[in-house]
């Protein structure tokens, strides 16, 4: 379906590509693979995309230095990409992303603090927020206008919780740009929001409720941020804002591909060559919001309860170190590996270990995995979506089942063929994990099928074709009231 | 207003009335003088009501036995009252009490779990939900059932977070009964439910929701018990219960008496001969809930930022220590402890000691203390109303400030004549403190009169009537569909 070719500006905290120096001196271009930069793949490929990200590295910000705006560059696919890097004052950029955008509202959105103890607002959070969340938003919204000025047809596509303020600063000097905002992360209710003082909270809403569409993965979460925008602002905050919600995806085809790829062929061997008669599966980042603690809780329950599966059953756990230089993920890491350690003491046997712990980043060990598992374990505490859910049926071979928390925001979609769990009731962790194992061939066959066709045909492709369409709509309803005005 | 002499039961799980044996043996009776009691007080003197509470001790459990149902007793006041005591089993009282009651519901309702960690919803909370909460539930039930056969005719009036699933069991026997039930906590979103599993949240809700009228202290608690009602059991979820708000207040005549008992007095000549320029006063149990250890860290930014406050400014803590055999509770008074010797080391000079301590149960030093403060802080993290905000202001002597978290119940009622603050926000709190000393005394006067006059229009007795008015309001709509069925 070959759409218009559009001209938009995307705008996310990390870019689709960064620069460092290599040993003899000369610039290297880094074109990173992360989520968002699969996810809009398609977007730069078949549109005029403008990329504005921060200028991370020192040579990010040579080069926003020598640029003074936009470079023309290409994303890791090959497709042309206007790059505009923003740079920041190193402290302040420090204080915005490792304070306030992680932990305090990442964690505030996946309902990680322990409130009797944190957060403490005080003046180092307020500080934070003013010489650093503030000043880089504003470093954003100034790119933002400038890019504008000239493309002033562009439609704007913030991303996540590194910019809830930009987008008013954007709409207070182009009251007529089309602006869209898409959160990535789960969105609590109003009284959660409570945590934050009420010019801070105020001012997340109020910047959110610029943008024509605010974008979320589930009804859910979208949800929420009605009901927190009109308990926050009052009734009628929404304004003329559509909160929308459609689910981030995969790309099937690329997964297929992968899957075969020699890397990933070489991991499956040694996978096999190793692997137990039956292999639950996790693979995570050590973020305390993936609750990974209490997995290891629940399938040490399991064992309890069923010791034929010892010799037979181990957790394989792939964990991507996440975060180590914040203090709370550190810990959690630190928790992980003694729980492991307690586990595996406790059950393990000549020949078996309950719990085989990697911690490590190896993609082409997740891919193989997902072609080995029997049970996909995800129990996140609260998850926006949660791509693994996805990604790891559409490759499995061994008619693996997923065991899918029900404050994942894939569990919207995928709730008839999982085993729903709940991320704090272990003991129901641990009968799902027994029922999954349990689970007739065929029915196992039928579920994981079902899930992949849901997958296929809501794909990556189908998510940028809604986007656009809500963009479209936000168009529509601008020059609808222009001519009426 | 003498209105017509109704019968009611009250359902609540401490009663106003417990036994024990003295030394040589004879039977004693303990009239307690709890917050419910006193509420109750003037429904007691002027109707006919049976009370239905556990039996706790074992002199209770004797009561019960002999009586095989309700005993004749009379309150504190000398009010005549039906008393019925319900046994359980002392294991299963424990599980209910100690395990689900506090702290599963009441960490759950005030938003004090550290969901990384906790709770961990384990065989050992299935088994004091399974075998604690539902049959000390379903024994209360049972007890109001036979109680209904005598008196067909009463309001059946539950009471709090211990009771949550009576109410289903007593409609599905009498589906013409009218009940009523009054939280006394905060209610949280439905995204909190959450760590509940699916059974017992839904138990949680439709228990309550057998009931025609459910009572909260605000509107806010109100509309998230509409809101997780409806999230979670589905849309119409409410049926014909009617989710009413209407603070629970305080006897003014009665505290303008107590502050002239001699007991009082006597405490207020100590605190008098002792007292620094200006006391900053916090009267509370030793509960998570309160935050009291934020109270002292603001507290110290406040003297940190205002050294002309040294040697006149003195925060005074009277704190009741609370739950102490339920481990969360024994740190949080650990955790006070530490901070009060830390701040003090920091800051004490000769004569001077910033942070008064006084861990113990003396109601009288309270009412003593709530004459004397300069201000007094309330910065409960999440609070179902706060009492002490409206008990201090009607007694105090000396123009006191009521600096008041936004999430105590009571700032519904209040916000216009206090000092708010965000109880997460430490520098907000400082400022606050030192705002309330610094106000004009005109100024001081104007509000504290405020919020006496609410107080006094709004007390005991009104409340009291509101609640009788929603029983006689769903009494008729029960009456009205019998007819036109």
Aim: charged share 25%; hydrophobic share 45%; proline share 5%.
């Amino acid at each position: 379906v070959a759409a218009a070719r559009r001209s938009l500006i995307v705008v996310s905290n990390r870019g689709p590509v960064g620069y460092a120096r290599d040993e003899d001196g000369s610039r290297v271009a880094r074109r990173g693979g992360g989520g968002l930069v699969t996810a809009l793949r398609s977007l730069v490929a078949h549109h005029d995309v403008t990329w504005i990200a921060s200028a991370i590295t020192d040579e990010d910000r040579v080069v926003a230095a020598e640029a003074g705006g936009a470079v023309e560059e290409a994303v890791r696919d090959g497709s042309p990409c206007r790059l505009r890097l923003v740079p920041h004052d190193p402290a302040a950029y420090d204080r915005f992303y490792n304070v306030i955008a992680n932990p305090t509202i990442w964690f505030l959105q996946h309902y990680l603090w322990d409130l009797v103890r944190n957060p403490n607002v005080d003046p180092a959070l307020l500080h934070a927020w003013d010489d650093g969340y503030v000043p880089v938003n504003r470093a954003f919204a100034g790119a933002v206008l400038e890019e504008l000025a000239e493309r002033p047809d562009a439609t704007v596509f913030f991303h996540d919780y590194h910019l809830y303020l930009a987008p008013r600063l954007v709409r207070d000097a182009r009251p007529e740009a089309v602006l869209a905002h898409f959160v990535h992360i789960p969105w609590p209710d109003a009284e959660l929001w409570h945590v934050l003082p009420e010019e801070m909270r105020r001012a997340v809403h109020e910047g959110l409720l610029a943008n024509d569409v605010v974008g979320f993965h589930t009804e859910r979460w979208a949800r929420n941020f009605r009901r927190s925008a009109e308990d926050l602002l009052g009734e009628g905050a929404l304004g003329r804002t559509h909160v929308t919600a459609h689910p981030i995806s995969v790309d099937a085809a690329e997964f297929a591909h992968l899957a075969e790829t020699e890397a990933v062929l070489q991991r499956e061997r040694e996978l096999v060559a190793r692997r137990p008669e039956r292999i639950v599966l996790r693979v995570d980042r050590t973020d305390p919001s993936k609750n990974v603690v209490r997995g290891f809780l629940a399938f040490e329950l399991y064992l309890e309860a069923h010791p034929e599966a010892h010799g037979g059953v181990v957790m394989l756990a792939l964990l991507d170190p996440s975060r180590q230089d914040i203090p709370e993920y550190a810990e959690y890491l630190a928790a992980i590996e003694r729980e492991v350690r307690r586990v595996n003491a406790r059950f393990e046997t000549d020949g078996w270990t309950p719990i085989d712990l990697r911690v490590e980043d190896d993609f082409a060990a997740s891919v193989a995995a997902y072609k080995q598992f029997d049970v996909l374990l995800v129990n996140a505490v609260f998850d926006g979506l949660n791509l693994v859910a996805k990604e790891a049926p559409l490759v499995n071979e061994r008619g693996g089942v997923l065991v899918l928390s029900e404050n994942a925001g894939a569990h919207e979609e995928l709730a008839e063929w999982v085993v729903s769990i709940n991320p704090f009731d272990l003991g129901g962790q641990a009968d799902a994990i027994h029922r999954a194992l349990a689970m007739a061939e065929g029915e196992r066959e039928r579920r994981l099928e079902a899930i992949r066709e849901r997958v296929r045909s809501h794909d990556l492709e189908w998510w940028i074709g809604v986007q656009l369409s809500d963009f479209d709509a936000a168009a529509a309803r601008r020059r609808a009231a222009a001519t009426a005005g």
